[in-house]
């Protein structure tokens, strides 16, 4: 293991039996991939992608503790670092060795900083990238890093990754038959306190994506909801439609559509 349990994120109030009901997970947890696989879907397919509170002007809190209980106590979402920040409380419970590495956007053109944090864990031996906080391109399943360069299905979405000039990993998602770059990363553990900076930015920064619309995703098995201004982009079977709602339904909607009360 990279990474030290003091360098991890804490929460005193984690239970992960009430954390499993909040995903609906059901049966034995079991420390293999497929065991790995079952509770991240279970996790995507129930805890939604949102920045319903940097829109409303609050502060992203990053301790444990109010993490929880946003997402077990309040059924709500978050990004990245309560997403992944969450996966990680569960994974120190089980026993899944694990660290987080920064992570560089490259989703809109210009020079981005890593201000996204995903996990890399070892599962049978083998190193695998985690990451259920990216949105609506999030990866769906544990990706093995040692496939460089291989198509790799997950659901209805092909990725890829590749190494950089850089010898950094580029993560990439086929997009209408082209190859579209996602992130990039390279495998350097960083401790929970070193996102602290890159939250402050992403919640409070004018140019930051958080700060400057409503955004909200939820995966499902068929597919994915994705809440655009005034309608929900729904792709299931890889089949996208797009249904049209009023300004004051957006609590209707997103209360129906993402399964989220605020």
């Known amino acids: 293991m990279k990474q030290s349990k003091k360098h991890k994120i804490e929460a005193s109030c984690f239970d992960l039996q009430q954390y499993l009901k909040r995903i609906n997970f059901t049966g034995e947890i079991k420390l293999n991939l497929d065991g790995i ?6 996790q995507i397919f129930s805890v939604p992608f949102e920045n319903i509170d940097v829109q409303a002007g609050k502060m992203i809190s990053l301790i444990g503790d109010d993490i929880v209980t946003q997402i077990v106590d309040k059924n709500r979402g978050g990004y990245c670092y309560q997403i992944n920040g ?6 120190q419970e089980i026993g899944i060795p694990h660290y987080y590495i920064a992570v560089r956007p490259l989703v809109n053109p210009g020079q981005n900083a890593k201000t996204h944090l995903a996990i890399i864990a070892t599962i049978e031996n083998e190193e695998y990238l985690i990451d259920l906080g990216f949105g609506g391109n999030s990866i769906r399943e544990p990706l093995k890093l040692s496939e460089i360069g291989t198509e790799i299905q997950q659901g209805f979405d ?8 850089e010898d950094e990993y580029l ?22 306190i070193d996102f602290k900076p890159a939250n402050h930015y992403n919640y409070s920064h004018p140019d930051s994506s958080f700060t400057q619309k409503l955004i909200v995703v939820l995966q499902n098995p068929l597919g994915k909801k994705i809440l655009l201004k ?3 982009k729904s792709v299931t079977n890889g089949v996208t439609e ?20 605020v």
């Open 230 to 232: 005034n309608a929900v």
């Open 158 to 165: 092909t990725f890829t990754l590749v190494k950089t000039e």
């Open 242 to 261: 797009i249904i049209p709602f009023e300004d004051n339904q957006l609590n209707t909607i997103l209360e129906t559509e993402f399964n989220l009360k």
């Open 171 to 192: 993560l990439q998602i086929l997009i209408e038959k082209e190859w579209s770059n996602l992130y990039s990363f390279d495998l350097t553990a960083q401790r929970w």
């Open 86 to 91: 969450i996966f990680s409380l569960m994974l």
């Open 37 to 42: 696989k079952k509770l991240m879907q279970s």
